[in-house]
């Protein structure tokens, strides 16, 4: 039930045409692995999550994702979601109108193809909310719309443990938290794990968040593609000592 990448390319579309972004990234994520990527602003790290979700800003030009024998390459969004996929992305979308109830409802539904029943799902909900702390209440509100960076990686969070993806890929889903939220999201993200049959692309700029969710394996990410992989200590050594060290290999 691995996450097979091979040799991913991708290219975007800017007011001067197609450029490539992706120049050949190849990454397996077994069941119960949490594969860090760590990379400068701008080496095309979010590019690498939009794409495996199919964000049709993004074009695969060659290579294949392929999840638990399913290749995702030409499959839409939700038919990726459907298979197993989840996206929580950096900046998480506000849509007005829709309660935070009735997207995971709509949700689940579509992924498991019949609504779950109303009394245990609300419980399900309330528990999975009061795991993130997040009053009840919060259930009731529209998708994102006010809330706060906490409230949005919260829910995204809430989200990952009711749907029960496969495989999660989360985009920098530290940023802008404090010690207390980040502690909170990473616990949430250690609960979705726990029972070793699920996998985690963890896309992040610092080491803080893997003190909390241990990685198998850290990638380094430059110029669109892995330069370099290692254990933990590798983002300890980045921490410490920067990117400079990997530039020669990014453009090699």
Known sequence: MSLEIRDLHVDVMTESGPKEILKGVDLTIN??????IM???GSGKSTLAYALMGHPKYTITSGSVVLDGVDLTHLAVDERARTGL?????YPVEVPGVSVANFLRTAKTALS?????????VKEVNAALASL???????ARSVNEGFSGGEKKRSDIAQLGLLGPKYAVLDETDSGLDIDAL???ADGVNRYL???THGVLLITHYSRVLQYIKPTVVHVYMDGRIVAS???ELADRLEAEGYEQFEARADA
Do not use: Y
């Open 31 to 36: 069941p119960g692995e949490v594969h860090a």
């Open 86 to 90: 989840f996206l929580a992305m950096q």
């Open 113 to 121: 193809g019949e609504a779950p029943k109303v009394r245990t799902w």
């Open 183 to 185: 502690r909170v999201v």
């Open 133 to 139: 702390d997040l009053d009840p209440s919060f259930s």
């Open 230 to 232: 290692g254990g933990p």
């Open 194 to 196: 726990a029972d070793g």
């Open 39 to 41: 990379g400068p602003n």
